[in-house]
Each structure stands twice: as C-alpha cells, then as structure tokens.
C-alpha cells in the first residue's frame, strides 16, 4: 500500500464497541529489516468508523500508482465507503463524489470490465463504471500453466518504473467469498516510458520483462524458466497487445 516492495495489510473488521473489539485496521510490513513485523498505521489513515463493515477490496482506481479502499457495509443504516490513496498512509473520503452508494451487502469485486484501461466495480448488485480520465496503466495476466497452474495463484508481480517499484499478487477470493479479476492492474500516473516487471511464479522461479505501459500483457511462464534457488534465472520475452 505504500509502495516500499513489501506487501501490507488492511482488516476490514466487522466490529461491535460494546464488545471492544478492534476498527478496521491499516498494517504497514515493517520489511526483512524489521523481521517482517507490522506497524500499526490505523489512526494516520483516519477511516471513520462504522459496525457493520465487511468486505475490503483494494485497486488503484484512480491510476496514480496507489491503491485505493472500497469497504462494504452490511446494516441498513450503515454504508459502502471509497476512499483515496495519498500516500504516507493517508486516505481521503471520495465516496460522495464517486456516486457509489451501497448498502446491506458483502459484495465487493473489482474488474476491467470495459477494457478501457481502469478499474470497474461491482456491489450491491450492481456493475460501477470508472469514468476517471487519461492516466497511464499496464494490466498483466499470466499464464502459468507450464508449471501446474494456469491461473498462477500466489504468483508475484514486482513492477520498476524510474525509481518506483509497485507489487502485486494472484490472489483468489477475499472478504466475504469476493473474487476479483486475476489480471494485476497497474496504475501509473503521468509515466510514459518503458516499465520492467519480475514475476516470481508459484513455484519460486523467476522470470524478467519489460513492456510498454497502456496495454494488456499476457506472460506465459516459459519452460525454461530456472529455479530461484539455483541462482539461474531466464530473461523471457512476453506475448501479449
């Protein structure tokens, strides 16, 4: 979430006060430096309380290079929140002005659903679209069939541009039984240049890229990938448009 090369979380904790129990909560992964700890980041982010919060999904949805929250409500007088990324553990509440009111459900999925290069959403029962404007992005689906899994689930995308580095993983459902799309998605501002992307397959090997930005990449794991622990690595061109 803050874009350091070390995956974070974020708890979406359904909670009750009478019973004391924790809000939603914004962990920071302290890195191998700190043992892999996790630092509370819960008060800076300021995600303003309610009880009945269910279902998380984090995406870049505005396509800045920063992951955004959409957190489900599942009471009648509680709703679904949209709040934006600024970095260094800030969040600012945009769900008036996104116009996505949900409320009473734990459905929460996110997908390109018009390939148009953002994300789209779907809650409530109903299919959100993105009409945020011209930012730059790279969308990457990986095929990884030649190593026992094609939907590459637990595979992990690192993506440099200029200084920058964002990480993504293949994940299946989260929250409430939600699936996302298993494309990554890539938001990345203003940048226009050529991007590198390692991608560390299930099965530990590693794989090297490089692509221009505002396209779908589809990454077949080649056949002659090495394994990460032999230190022998494959430097593989991509198919993809």
Known sequence: MDNDGHLDLFVG??????AGQDPPLFLKNLGPAEGFRFSDRTEAAALN??????????????NDGLLDLFLTAVYRNDHSVLYRNLGDWRFQDL???SGIRTAETYQAACADFDNDGDLDLVSGGRLWRNELGDSNWLRVR???RTGG????????ITLRYGPKIQVRQIESATGEGNQSEETAHFGLGSFEGEVTLEIQWPDGSLQWISSPVNRLLLVRRSVHVRSQAKGDHWRGRSSGQ
């Open 13 to 18: 904790n359904f909670s009750h006060p009478r």
């Open 49 to 62: 309380w309610q009880e009945s919060y269910a279902s998380p999904v984090l995406g870049d949805f505005d």
């Open 95 to 97: 769900t008036e002005d």
């Open 142 to 144: 990986l095929d990884g």
């Open 149 to 156: 899994s094609r939907s590459a689930f637990g595979a992990r």
